[in-house]
């Protein structure tokens, strides 16, 4: 529609000049009128501000889905844990022997040395929420089946504040993780037991997500530098 009218006000406005040329040279319109040329100037503008509209075939509308439609293209997922994630799974424990691990029972799946605070945790956990290097605080529930003897490992667990997640289970293990002993009598002793988890550091680099630090309970006194 736009450049039907562009068109035709070109039109028009060659016409009007040709009208005005013709004017100016004889100084009469035809059958002896005289002829303005704003006169002209008025009717190619009212012509043009009589131009009809044309409606638009385009209507808006609203449509209600029963089942929310899909996008096209997701946006990825972003991974990482909630502030000060507290985790609840199943813990058992382990030796370096080649019957509970490999040919290397004493070398963990990143490399390190097999040690006591080394924890192997299940894949799915291993994935999203407890990567390599993450520092976690165990809180015994006691046994995992009934609950009993609550606590009762959470002396041992306290004298090494955190453990790191150094190691990895069998892919059928689930929401599981394991700890290190380095007798199998310990191991043994320790059972299947309940334990809560504290997750302080969210993988090797990741940030600190203590609960004490992020309460504002640590406080260093400010030191004054001299000035060179």
């Known amino acids: 529609m736009a450049l039907h009218l562009c068109g035709k006000a070109t039109v028009i406005v060659l016409v009007i000049a040709a009208l005005i040329t013709a004017f100016s040279a004889s100084g009469e319109a035809p059958d002896g009128a005289s002829l303005d040329p704003i006169d002209v100037m008025v009717e190619v503008t009212l012509v043009i501000a009589h131009e009809p509209s044309v409606a638009l075939g385009l209507q808006p509308s609203i449509e209600l889905l029963a089942e929310p439609r899909a996008l096209e293209h997701e946006p990825p997922a972003i991974k990482g844990p909630i502030a000060n994630p507290l985790l609840e ?17 004493f070398v963990t799946a990143t490399g390190a040395q097999t040690r006591w605070g080394i924890i192997a945790v299940s894949r799915d956990l291993l994935d ?51 700890v290190w002993f380095a007798d199998y009598a310990s191991a043994v002793n320790w059972g299947v037991r309940r334990v809560e988890l504290d997750v302080i550091r969210y993988g090797r680099e990741g940030p600190v997500l203590d609960q004490f630090f992020a309460d504002g309970a640590f406080e260093v006194e400010p030191r004054w530098l001299a000035a060179r």
């Open 89 to 105: 799974v199943r813990a058992t424990a382990y030796n370096s022997l080649e019957s509970q691990t490999n040919s290397q029972p």
């Open 128 to 178: 999203f929420d407890l990567p390599y290097g993450s520092l976690v605080r165990l809180r015994d529930l006691g046994n995992f089946h009934n609950g009993r003897g609550y606590g009762a490992y959470q002396t041992l667990l306290d004298s090494t504040d955190l453990f790191v997640v150094e190691d990895t289970m069998h892919p059928r293990k689930v929401n599981q993780i394991d």
